[in-house]
């Protein structure tokens, strides 16, 4: 399967400040990838579905200014999380869906946000 | 639209014993499903997937589900528990993503293993 990696694992920061969090799929050209927030003791919900050289697609309630995507190559999506807030502390779990798996998701290892 | 409903958030088993994490799904059209895994802190990890072949699907470390249309079920199992597989799994339909090429993943609530020597 795919191998997808996300930088940074953890960070932390101070309220208002901007975070960028990187998702790379690293074997597999992928023109689709998903970001995902789980809180804690809570399932995945997705945020939103980044596409390649086009705007993302988000979710019913995600503040698209709030939640800037970028997928400006086929391997690197970015999510930056504008103007953070304590209620923004998460796990962001970014996915790709590589050419000819329509079905099957490989996941990125997440990213713990802190705002503090 | 489809779902999935994971019943019981949490498991706890003896190890050697029987594993049996349920999962039942709500679809007008054939499901494709899904089970994975997640450790502290860490992605998903897919234990299996089921997509329309056979009913009986074996995934990864020994688990395995069956695909059940009568009973709208996809249960999770596996014989006999291992310290190792303590973790949060969980069942997972594809959506449709409406006039696109793929399907977008939907999670049930999870249910956290426990094993216990």
């Known amino acids: 399967g795919a191998v997808v990696s996300q930088h940074p694992s953890r960070v932390i920061c101070k309220s208002g400040t901007s975070v960028k969090i990187e998702c790379r799929s690293l074997d597999f050209q992928a023109t689709t990838m998903f970001w995902y927030r789980q809180f804690p003791k809570q399932s995945l919900m997705l945020m939103a579905t980044s596409n390649e050289g086009s705007k993302a697609t988000y979710e019913q309630g995600v503040e698209k200014d709030k939640f800037l995507i970028n997928h400006a190559s086929l391997t690197l999506s970015t999510l930056t999380v504008t103007s953070a807030h304590p209620e923004d502390s998460s796990f962001y779990i970014c996915?790709?869906?590589?050419?000819?798996?329509?079905?099957?998701?490989?996941f990125g290892p997440g990213t713990r946000l802190t705002v503090l | 639209a489809q779902s999935v409903t994971q019943l019981g958030s949490h498991v706890s088993v003896s190890e050697g014993a029987l594993v049996l994490l349920r999962c039942n799904y709500s679809s007008s059209v054939p499901p494709y499903l899904f089970w994975y895994v997640q450790y502290p802190n860490q992605g998903l990890q897919l234990l299996l997937k089921y997509t329309s072949a056979a009913t009986l699907v074996k995934g990864i470390n020994g688990f395995e589900a069956e695909f059940k249309k009568s009973e709208t079920s996809f249960h999770l199992t596996k014989p006999s528990a291992h310290m190792s597989d303590a973790a949060e799994y969980f069942c997972a339909v594809i959506t449709n993503a409406g006039g696109t090429s793929y399907g977008k993943l939907t999670f049930g609530q999870g249910t956290i293993l426990t094993v216990h020597p």
């Open positions: 996915s790709d869906l590589p050419a000819g798996y329509y079905n099957e998701q490989f």
